[in-house]
């Protein structure tokens, strides 16, 4: 349950970077509004996680094995049309760039 007994935001993460998954897990858990429903290191679990849980919001890497973000995003809307657009795809070997929509 989030602050005031509302429903907590429910948040799945996937990144195949360790540190900075377990950086996104700490800021998420801080959160008494988030919860965090999964936290997997590449794209084939994320799908897999994405469709068994249906997270309110999905923190996807641009770029891990098996499937980037992008192509798990498009795979999951396929089994789950309900989850929309992106609002933002970040390659954070971009400096500040902003790829997607």
Known sequence: MGAGGARA???LIADDHPLYREALVEAIR???DLELVAEVGDGREALQEMTRLTPD???LDMRM???DGPRVLEAA???RPQYA???ALRDRRKRGGISGH
């Open 9 to 11: 935001v429910r948040v």
């Open 30 to 32: 801080s959160r008494p």
């Open 57 to 59: 919001v999905a923190v």
């Open 65 to 67: 094995p098996e499937f």
């Open 77 to 79: 809307r396929r089994e």
């Open 85 to 87: 657009d992106p609002l």
